[in-house]
């Protein structure tokens, strides 16, 4: 079970900050990472984070978004500043354990809208 909340309307330049949690058990040990999607588009990855706090991010979010996670909470974090309007979109937690034979589980998304 994933719980992501923090979405909602914002303008150009502003920030928002998502949170996701997920079961104790499986968090501790997982890959965790935001993806999103707007509309006529391909779900995409945001960022990633592994166990240990290693993190990834797509290029057109560098330097502006910040992935983050407390293992005693089970929760991730994705702050985003500097919002631009592409960055609309629905945007989806999910608990990677593939690499560990598992599979991945995805939350509920949370939307985000951007205004110029």
Not at 6 to 33: D, H, N, P, T
Not at 45 to 53: D, E, Q
Not at 56 to 64: I, T
Not at 81 to 92: A, M, Q, R, W
Request: with cysteine; proline share 2%.
């Amino acid at each position: 079970q994933l719980q992501a909340s923090g979405g909602g309307l914002v303008q150009a330049g502003g920030s928002l900050r998502l949170s996701c949690a997920a079961s104790k058990r499986s968090f501790s040990v997982s890959v965790m990472a935001w993806y999103r999607q707007s509309p006529g588009n391909q779900r995409e990855l945001v960022a990633r984070i592994t166990r240990l706090g290693s993190t990834n991010y797509a290029d057109s979010v560098k330097g502006r978004f910040t992935i983050s996670r407390d293992n005693a909470k089970s929760t991730v974090y994705l702050q985003m500043n500097s919002l631009k309007p592409e960055d609309t979109g629905v945007y989806y937690c999910a608990l990677d354990l593939t690499h560990i034979g598992g599979a991945v589980s995805w939350g509920q998304g949370t939307q985000v809208t951007v205004s110029s």
